[in-house]
């Protein structure tokens, strides 16, 4: 039986100002779309485009409660949470 994987990610912007916390079953294809800014509102406005976090869950009901988790923290938490993976802000995106 083949098992869905579900990520949940946060993105930046250039000058790592802004963090957006998101949940996907196409990390690539997802973080594509930011980029390309196919993906309209928040992150389009704050051209949010760089991958620097992401994490696998298991099944999308985890995933959620992750980035809802996420999303409930200080951005100083959320900073030591990406610098903990990813210390010098890296886009993380060529890597997937």
Request: net charge positive; charged share 30%; glycine share 4%.
């Amino acid at each position: 039986m083949l098992t869905n994987q579900y990520y949940t990610y946060i993105l930046t912007s250039r000058a790592n100002t802004v963090l957006y916390t998101g949940v996907t079953n196409d990390l690539k294809r997802r973080v594509w779309e930011h980029k390309e800014r196919f993906v309209a509102g928040f992150t389009h406005r704050y051209n949010v485009d760089k991958l620097v976090y992401y994490e696998a869950c298991e099944d999308v009901t985890s995933a959620i409660a992750r980035e809802k988790q996420l999303k409930g923290w200080l951005r100083r938490r959320k900073v030591a949470l990406i610098e903990s993976q990813n210390p010098d802000w890296h886009d993380l995106y060529p890597e997937i």
